[in-house]
């Protein structure tokens, strides 16, 4: 991953602060549900036009819905998550929706991913996959956005790593 856009080099520290956010979001978009085959989450870079439709024909062929956690290093230094770009194979195509965000309801438990926008609906994280609903959760979302930002930190904190939601494997990229 050092040298691709968005990441200026990759530390261990940058390692456990990707597995604890996919830990965190994992506890955030389940609950207390346990992800089955189905449904990933990833993490890595922000994907380019040619990494998406590497990433979906993967999706495609697994029949697996992918939820990608997009980190970057800003030029301040501070490395975090910038986005989310979630994959849907169903048929014979991969429905790609980048720019996409965590949203939590007030007094809610469990998040919703919310695409860009000009995208219709939104999606709740199943055990198996990821669910379509149609409609916007609220008509001005970034209240919401906020709270789910916060959240996964508070999550983090807690050590979201030691939960049973999610299993974490490394996997190194080809590219």
Same mark, same amino acid.
């Given at each position: &991953?050092?040298?691709?856009?968005?990441?200026?080099?990759?530390?261990?520290?940058?390692?456990?602060? &990707?597995?604890?956010?996919?830990? *965190?979001?994992?506890?955030?978009?389940?609950?207390?549900?346990?992800?089955?085959?189905?449904?990933? %989450?990833?993490? /890595?870079?922000?994907?380019?036009?040619?990494?998406?439709?590497?990433?979906?024909?993967?999706?495609?062929?697994?029949?697996?819905?992918?939820?990608?956690?997009?980190?970057?290093?800003?030029?301040?230094?501070?490395?975090?998550?910038?986005?989310?770009?979630?994959?849907?194979?169903?048929?014979? @195509? $991969?429905? %790609?929706?980048?720019?996409?965000?965590?949203?939590?309801?007030? /007094?809610? !438990?469990?998040?919703?991913?919310?695409?860009?926008?000009? !995208?219709?609906?939104?999606?709740?994280?199943?055990?198996?996959?990821? %669910?379509?609903?149609?409609?916007?959760? $609220?008509? !001005?979302?970034?209240?919401?956005?906020?709270? @789910?930002?916060?959240?996964?930190?508070?999550? &983090?904190?807690?050590? *979201? $790593?030691? &939960?049973?939601?999610?299993?974490?494997?490394?996997?190194?990229?080809? $590219?």
């Amino acid at each position: &991953m050092v040298g691709r856009k968005g990441l200026k080099t990759v530390t261990d520290q940058n390692t456990a602060s &990707m597995h604890a956010h996919v830990a *965190a979001v994992a506890k955030l978009l389940l609950g207390s549900a346990v992800m089955k085959p189905g449904v990933a %989450i990833t993490a /890595g870079v922000p994907l380019d036009h040619a990494q998406k439709k590497t990433v979906a024909y993967m999706a495609l062929q697994s029949v697996t819905d992918v939820v990608h956690l997009e980190f970057a290093t800003n030029d301040a230094g501070t490395f975090g998550l910038v986005g989310i770009c979630i994959f849907l194979p169903r048929g014979n @195509a $991969c429905h %790609i929706f980048s720019d996409c965000q965590l949203w939590l309801g007030e /007094g809610k !438990s469990r998040a919703l991913i919310l695409p860009r926008p000009t !995208s219709r609906g939104h999606f709740r994280l199943a055990p198996r996959e990821l %669910i379509h609903l149609d409609g916007k959760p $609220c008509a !001005s979302p970034a209240e919401g956005i906020a709270r @789910a930002h916060d959240r996964v930190i508070e999550i &983090m904190r807690r050590g *979201a $790593c030691a &939960m049973p939601q999610v299993r974490i494997d490394e996997i190194a990229s080809p $590219c």
